[in-house]
């Protein structure tokens, strides 16, 4: 079974500031997508950018980046030049079979003026 | 465009009444429906999904069932509520497995349910 991890519960940015959320999985499979989702408050549920397994090259959308590292089954978001408006809870998503993705416990992520 | 709303947004209901939370899409033909439940600081716990008309599977046994008598209409419901059944409910659609497979999901506004 697919699981997926965020040890962050909570983090804090300066705006314009660089902030880093982490992201591990575990599965058997060899050819599969992540994804990171933003909920903000009170809004609905966005994606915020998605990686293919068998892409090396890391997914980027504008000031959102992430690294991937296959091997070490981790996938981490960075988000750059942080805005108040990236106050959100973010979830780190692995889709499986069926179009279902697996989400881990989420990151709140606070960006301070 | 596609769109999807589900209602009510917020309800507060005693333990043991029914309930029934709503879903509809529209701009879209033969989703994949989905409910989740977000519970306080914790991640989205995947209830039911459904590739078709009256095709539901259940991810975890509880006291919740689903239905959907419409292609895009998705329904949650209860015939009568535990305390633990209180949280964040989530509607969301994915286009048909038979389509491209992007994993992107488009999420309801959400219903938060209290049970008292």
């Known amino acids: 079974a697919q699981t997926v991890t965020q040890s962050q519960p909570e983090m804090s940015v300066q705006e314009a500031e660089t902030v880093t959320l982490s992201c591990t999985y575990d599965?058997?499979?060899?050819?599969?997508?992540l994804f990171w989702y933003k909920q903000p408050p009170s809004r609905q549920m966005i994606l915020v950018i998605r990686q293919e397994a068998y892409k090396q090259q890391n997914a980027t959308e504008n000031r959102f980046s992430v690294n991937f590292q296959k091997a070490a089954k981790s996938f981490s978001l960075k988000i750059s030049d942080s805005q108040l408006g990236d106050t959100a809870m973010y979830f780190c998503a692995f889709l499986r079979a069926g179009n279902m993705l697996t989400f881990g416990g989420g990151t709140r992520l606070m960006v301070k003026p | 465009s596609q769109t999807i709303h589900q209602w009510p947004a917020t309800l507060v209901q005693p333990v043991g009444s029914p309930l029934s939370l709503e879903c509809t899409v529209e701009?879209?033909?033969?989703?994949?429906l989905y409910w989740y439940r977000q519970a306080a600081g914790r991640g989205l716990q995947l209830l039911f999904y459904s590739i078709g008309i009256g095709q539901i599977s259940s991810e975890v046994p509880q006291n919740l069932s689903a239905s959907r008598p419409q292609d895009r209409q998705f329904i949650l419901s209860s015939k009568k509520l535990l305390l633990s059944d209180s949280g964040f409910y989530l509607c969301?659609?994915?286009?048909?497995?038979?389509?491209?497979?992007?994993?992107?999901?488009?999420f309801g506004e959400g219903s938060r349910l209290t049970v008292l």
């Open positions: 599965t058997s499979e060899s050819n599969y997508y």
């Open positions: 969301a659609w994915s286009t048909s497995t038979l389509g491209p497979i992007t994993g992107e999901l488009f």
């Open positions: 701009g879209t033909s033969n989703p994949n």
